[in-house]
């Protein structure tokens, strides 16, 4: 069965930098996948960060662009997200995603960026 765990979150202040990480397991490799990044924050909806094609092709949301880096390591099945330049407005709920045909989600891990 295909997991995904996302790890790195946690409390930065504004102008801190985070890096999440999610580890796939169950999947001999996750290089037949385009993998991502959504988050959700309290009452609104979820909304695409940042993905990558299994050709290395990635896209970001307007409001992450130029501060945000996804990368993904097929080797390791690993896929991340540098954060940088982190504002209020990012904090959410953060959920890794991968999708070959059926998707596949991580259970989310929590960024709060505040004083």
């Known amino acids: 069965q295909v997991q995904l765990v996302e790890s790195g979150g946690g409390l930065v202040q504004p102008g801190g930098s985070l890096r999440l990480s999610c580890a796939a397991s169950?999947?001999?490799?996750?290089?037949?996948?385009?993998m991502g990044w959504f988050r959700q924050a309290p009452g609104k909806q979820r909304n695409l960060v940042a993905s990558v094609t299994t050709r290395g092709t990635t896209n970001y949301a307007d409001s992450v662009k130029g501060r945000f880096t996804i990368s993904r390591d097929n080797a390791k099945n690993t896929v991340s997200l540098q954060m940088n330049s982190l504002k209020p407005e990012d904090t959410a709920v953060y959920y890794c995603?991968?999708?070959?045909?059926?998707?596949?989600w991580g259970q989310g891990t929590q960024v709060t960026v505040s004083s």
């Open positions: 995603m991968m999708s070959m045909g059926r998707t596949y």
């Open positions: 169950g999947t001999r490799s996750i290089s037949n996948y385009d």
